[in-house]
DNA sequence: GCACTACACTTCGATATCGAATCATTGGAC
DNA sequence: GTCCAATGATTCGATATCGAAGTGTAGTGC
């Protein structure tokens, strides 16, 4: 599984490392995005999209990008998409019109109240493999591995 | 950042963790893949299939379909692009005319030659975040997520 | 040698995702 | 008031990604 590349040691385990990081998300992607789009038809997207809403109360469409760390225009098509099926609704915000407020409708709502508690209790069963130290543990790398930086290419010349 | 889902600590915690892991390796691809795409055009998907195909050669679509973790069918589509870009060519295998064999053009051959080396620098800077303890660590807890199962639903009952 | 199953891959239709270009609105400079 | 730069969102064209259905080939049982 690991990597077949002849570097030096820091290199192959940087490369390893970010391998399983990798996989590790896809395993559990495939655990746990079947069961939300057999049994309510949205995606993992949407998911985030109508939980921030249901726990936040409506926000603009750059708002959500943060949420969910999607491009601006990966967001208008998943918004489409759920405004599409009914799920939130669009308000031209009246004092910038620019601006465009997204709404959970009484059925989005249902739909994430729904969903939500059996989706907790799959990530829960599936994290189980860890500790709950090793959770925290893995949760703390994965923050500091967040703060990276790309450093400007003059670094590469020391 | 974290979830304001108002659950037991446990599922606080497993949610917490998933969110962070998923963070993690988002903010490692927009600093990753960019470089890739702007530099060479290629994806990341892409890079994984050639780099495969340089490291141990000639392979079917199936054993890169295991190598990428990726559907058939997305594979499939991968494989076409690549294709039309000249970067590798299919062979329908003789002894078994079910099976495409992938091989990498010396185009291919050049590009991965070229675009691997700089690759795994920004990997191994950006990774350099954690210590090499960190990294090791971190390699293990997502090897351990990764062999989660989804368990039977009769589990769900106790 | 025929039928049937299994397998490798492709096709199809859908959603996600990005960056670049565009559109509409805002707010400031003047 | 007019121009202009900045900002929020959309559009466009591309690739990725999936599952379901389809195609073609292999191999098995009889």
Do not use: W, Y
């Not at 109508?50 to 949420?67: I, N, S, V, W, Y």
């Not at 939130?88 to 620019?98: G, K, L, N, Q, S």
């Amino acid at each position: 599984m690991p990597t077949r590349f002849k570097g030096n040691p820091t290199e192959v385990l940087a490369l390893n490392t970010l391998i399983k990081l990798s996989r590790s998300l896809s395993a559990l992607s495939a655990l746990l995005l079947p069961p939300l789009q057999k049994a309510h038809g949205i995606t993992e997207s949407q998911l985030g999209v109508l939980e921030a809403l249901q726990h936040l109360g409506p926000l603009t469409q750059g708002q959500l990008c943060q949420k969910i760390l999607r491009s601006g225009s990966n967001l208008t098509t998943v918004v489409d998409n759920l405004e599409r099926g009914g799920l939130v609704r669009r308000e031209r915000d009246t004092a910038d019109r620019r601006v465009q407020v997204v709404h959970l409708t009484p059925k989005g709502e249902a739909l994430i109240t729904a969903a939500f508690p059996s989706h907790v209790e799959r990530v829960t069963r599936v994290l189980s493999v860890l500790t709950l130290e090793e959770q925290v543990e893995l949760g703390r790398l994965c923050r500091k591995l967040g703060t990276a930086r790309a450093l400007p290419v003059s670094t590469l010349a020391h």
